[in-house]
């Protein structure tokens, strides 16, 4: 499945909550929060978004946003990208 970037969380660590914990350099801005139940944990995310010049960092791949509705996300990774990138999970009409 894939992911955003993210820091390491896992169900019994809190992973960092600021910009300084960023996987990779940019201009990090807060975009919102998320919440999100799994089977045996509740998590909350701080989503932060950043821009880049369009090439992805290295380990890294980047969908561009009319096409992110069609991978194979979890759901927890809809709601992150919903929260910086609003509709951008949702499939686009046919016109």
């Known amino acids: 499945m894939t992911e955003v970037p ?3 969380w896992t169900a019994r660590i809190d992973g960092a909550t600021t910009d300084a ?8 801005r807060p975009a919102g929060k998320i919440g999100h139940v799994f089977t045996h ?3 909350e995310l701080d989503v932060f978004k ?3 010049d369009g090439a ?3 380990g890294h791949f980047w969908s561009p946003a009319h ?3 069609g991978e194979a996300l979890p759901t927890v990774m809809k709601k992150v990208i ?3 990138i609003p509709g951008a999970t949702k499939k686009q009409r046919a016109h």
């Open 41 to 43: 944990f509740a998590l």
């Open 56 to 58: 992805a960092p290295a």
């Open 21 to 28: 914990a960023a996987p990779f350099p940019g201009n990090w």
């Open 82 to 84: 919903e929260a910086a």
């Open 67 to 69: 096409e992110i509705s």
């Open 50 to 52: 950043t821009m880049t």
């Open 6 to 8: 993210t820091t390491g």
